[in-house]
T-cell receptor, first 113, second 117 residues
Framework: DAGVTQSPTHLIKTRGQQVTLRCSPK?????VSWYQQALGQGPQFIFQ???????QRGNFPDRFSGHQFPNYSSELNVNALLLGDSALYLC????????????FGPGTRLTVT | GENVEQHPSTLSVQEGDSAVIKCTYS??????FPWYKQELGKRPQLIID?????GEKKDQRIAVTLNKTAKHFSLHITETQPEDSAVYFC????????????????FGTGTRLTIIP
């Protein structure tokens, strides 16, 4: 049973650039949530996708956008990167938004220089 | 919005002793409270969760208690072992206003637990 997978594992970008991160949910899951985890902090919710639509959004600017594909996989896009965007980006999947348990992927470590 | 506070930020416990981590939440509508364990460089792993219709849940050496009146919940680890060393996060969520599942998870700031051999 495949768990949540993310790619790439590490990424280094320059200020002002754009980045795309990818996530494949756990087998059987159809809901994907994205979180940003700064060093030494708890994960902060970015947004959630279900049925290819953004269902909920946290307090992140419009530079953060996403997409969900028919196979339930998802992308997180960040435009105009800032140094403060350096963090671990975690994807979590669940079976429907309402069935609570979320399982996290290994994350993508983004460094902005 | 929901605010989750977690204490202590660091905790050192002798191997075999018990560890307790406490969290408080602000929104009385919250009804789901998971606990995640995150080892260095790894993903957060769900270790136990509790819903607001129960006061306590146990899974082997791990237990979680919930006090809805006081809006706090705690993680208890008994007979601690070196492999329990990690950062532990509590979280909370509430039903979405759209009546479509639950809202986002709001996490605490984490507790770094160190088990001393």
């Amino acid at each position: 049973d495949a768990g949540v997978t993310q790619s790439p594992t590490h990424l280094i970008k320059t200020r002002g650039q754009q980045v795309t991160l990818r996530c494949s949910p756990k087998s059987g899951h159809d809901t994907v949530s994205w979180y940003q985890q700064a060093l030494g902090q708890g994960p902060q919710f970015i947004f959630q996708y279900y049925e290819e639509e953004e269902r909920q959004r946290g307090n992140f600017p419009d530079r953060f956008s996403g997409h969900q594909f028919p196979n339930y996989s998802s992308e997180l896009n960040v435009n105009a990167l800032l140094l403060g965007d350096s963090a671990l980006y975690l994807c979590a999947s669940s079976l429907k938004p309402g069935l609570y348990e979320q399982y996290f992927g290994p994350g993508t470590r983004l460094t902005v220089t | 919005g929901e605010n989750v506070e977690q204490h202590p930020s660091t905790l050192s416990v002798q191997e075999g002793d018990s560890a307790v981590i406490k969290c408080t939440y602000s929104d009385s509508a919250s009804n789901y409270f998971p606990w995640y364990k995150q080892e260095l460089g790894k993903r957060p792993q769900l270790i136990i969760d509790i819903r607001s219709n129960v006061g306590e849940k146990k899974d082997q050496r791990i237990a979680v208690t919930l006090n809805k009146t006081a809006k706090h919940f705690s993680l208890h680890i008994t007979e601690t072992q070196p492999e329990d060393s990690a950062v532990y996060f509590c979280a909370a969520s509430k039903p979405a206003e759209s009546n479509f599942g639950n809202e986002k998870l709001t996490f605490g700031t984490g507790t770094r637990l160190t088990i001393i051999p």
